[in-house]
């Protein structure tokens, strides 16, 4: 028998038995898992501010600062200060700070802003911090700037 369609023969039988067969099914990765990322607990020797600003826009900067006040009722000293991002939702905040830098006899208040696109668009009022305890002052409504 000739060598050349005993080639072709094998070679036509090789391609059927490779068509038949189906491949293996695809094995998807599992889904990653969304891990919330819980706050890391406040440091022994600092003190936090807890709340919840409520009113602010989705995509708007919020800046909040506890300041000494002095006796012209101007900001004197910086204690602590944290950057948000408003989502539209209540905002939930934390501020920590020192309780050493607190001097004894100074008003300490804690004062919010809100801007959007680069404008001031709201305040919080200014919330009095009597002790340098940690403390949760609830549900903050910011309003509109002058």
Known sequence: MPLRPLALLCF?????????ETPPPAVTPPAPVVKT???APTPAHLRELTGTLL????GADVELALLTINDRGLPNKLLGNIQL???GAPLPFRLQFNPENFDQGIRVELRGRVHQSGKL???MPN????????QALGEVRVTPAL
């Open 12 to 20: 036509t039988s090789l391609l059927a038995a490779c068509a038949g």
């Open 37 to 39: 990322e819980e706050p």
């Open 55 to 58: 009113d602010v826009p989705a």
């Open 85 to 87: 991002r408003g989502t």
């Open 121 to 123: 668009m709201l305040h």
């Open 127 to 134: 919330q009095l911090i009597r002790e340098p305890q940690s």
